[in-house]
């Protein structure tokens, strides 16, 4: 009897999620060792010494792998049971940071632990947050194409992402949004992706076109819009068509000539304006940026430049199509790429296994976001489906906006690559999120709400 049940707690795991996971962090784990590692040196004392960022690492895989084992041998139901408790405890954290908090590299969201280590906790509410969402979708009482449930499931999502942005944690802000792609799938309405869309395409347009010449253009096009509806639209919609178009005018003029202003010079930082005018090829001044005036005291504020990306596109264009070799890239180790560890993880990557060392290590992480969508899709129960589909969402996330961050198409905004980047807590987070996800395909069979 106890063998079966011994049998039982590993019956049904996708080992194919588990080598590919095993493989990424192997990846990281030599990734940080190709940007740590200093010629001449013992390299096998210091992996054992738990002093180097690589031998850190290879300490936190351990303790992910430990960790691992245990949310594979536990019950489906408790995550159920304690999903939003587990949030309310999570946003507790986060607010404890704004009092507790350690403030680095100007953002005051880690909390220092014993050991000099330190804990995110915006990270690891990544995870209540995806147990929550689904835990309230899952409810039987719960019809999500009604609007009611739409908004308080984006109110899960959003209450931790403006605690983000004011911690200065842009890059996680912006994740917590990403988790909209799993309501998507639910039901949520695709005209709010619609107005999403349009709401970035014209806050782009905002920063690459004059702003007199935008304005023309969208008055341009509304007269325009309002003289074929005007021929087609039947006389008695004919005034409630017009007034829409009207409306609509009047709030995208609204939006490029005050709201995106306003949005860049009162509530960023002058860097990270600057960051996203760099990304279009345009300079930001930062004298028009409030908070920047605030610190200096009326002075002219220093503009920061992109030399994180100009070098992150140098390390890696510097490997060509075949890579310099392991641990032979002159910008890694030369540490001319700044947070190399972390964010620009990726250019070790590239310049050392160059464009074919890219496109394969990119296809695996493409295979494992498609395995994790085809254990979403098998799911009997809606919370299991739910859940798979926000680890997916977060990893997808982060794997687009890192990679488009370190070659210049996105701006800088902190933002990790999963399972690569140096760090305990974001190792640690991606590692719980995927282990639950199959602990619940495990049990798949089983409807939990």
Avoid at 213 to 228: P, W
Avoid at 395 to 419: D, E, K, Q, Y
Wanted: glycine share 8%; charged share 15%.
């Amino acid at each position: 009897m106890n063998r079966k049940k011994n049998n039982l707690a590993v019956e049904g795991i996708d080992y194919t999620v588990i080598w590919l996971y095993g493989a990424l962090v192997t990846i990281g784990i030599l990734c940080v060792f190709m940007v740590e590692y200093k010629a001449g040196s013992n390299w096998i004392a210091t992996f054992l010494g738990g002093k180097a960022n690589y031998s850190k690492q290879l300490i936190f895989a351990g303790v992910c792998a430990l960790l691992a084992t245990f949310i594979l041998l536990t019950d489906s139901k408790i995550f159920t049971a304690f999903a939003n408790l587990s949030y309310v405890v999570g946003i507790l954290l986060m607010l404890a940071t704004f009092v507790l908090g350690k403030n680095i590299n100007g953002s005051k969201s880690w909390i220092p632990l014993v050991g000099g280590f330190n804990l995110q906790p915006a990270e690891l509410c990544k995870i209540f947050t995806s147990l929550a969402i689904a835990k309230f979708i899952s409810r039987q009482e719960v019809d999500f194409s009604n609007l009611k449930s739409q908004l308080i499931a984006g109110l899960i999502a959003l209450t931790p992402a403006a605690l983000s942005i004011l911690q200065h944690e842009l890059g996680l802000a912006l994740v917590y949004l990403s988790l909209l792609i799993a309501m998507f799938r639910e039901g949520l309405p695709a005209q709010f992706l619609i107005i999403g869309s349009c709401f970035g395409i014209l806050s782009l347009a905002t920063l690459i076109v004059e702003r007199d010449a935008l304005t023309i253009t969208l008055t341009i096009l509304a007269g325009l819009i309002i003289f074929l509806a005007y021929r087609q639209v039947r006389k008695k919609q004919k005034l409630v068509t017009i007034t829409a178009i009207l409306a609509i005018w009047i709030l995208c003029v609204g939006v490029q000539r005050f709201v995106v202003p306003y949005v860049f010079n009162n509530v960023l930082e002058c860097y990270q304006s600057t960051r996203i005018y760099s990304m279009v090829g345009k300079d930001y001044d930062c004298s028009l940026n409030k908070k920047s005036n605030e610190k200096t005291t009326g002075k002219a504020a220093r503009k920061p430049d992109d030399y994180n990306v100009r070098q992150s596109k140098i390390a890696i264009g510097s490997g060509g199509f075949f890579g310099r070799g392991f641990l032979k890239g002159t910008q890694t180790r030369g540490k001319y790429v700044p947070e190399q560890d972390t964010d620009f993880i990726f250019t070790s990557l590239g310049e050392a296994f160059g464009f074919v060392g890219c496109a394969i290590f990119l296809g695996l992480y493409l295979f494992f976001l498609f395995r994790i969508i085809r254990i979403a899709e098998r799911q009997r129960s809606t919370f299991s489906r739910v859940y798979a589909y926000c680890v997916a969402s977060i990893l997808f996330f982060h794997i687009a906006v890192n990679v488009s961050m370190t070659i210049g198409l996105f701006p800088i905004v902190g933002i990790t690559l999963p399972l690569i980047s140096y760090g305990g807590s974001s190792l640690l987070t991606f590692t719980v999120l995927i282990f639950i996800m199959l602990r619940l395909d495990a049990d798949r069979q089983m409807v939990l709400r």
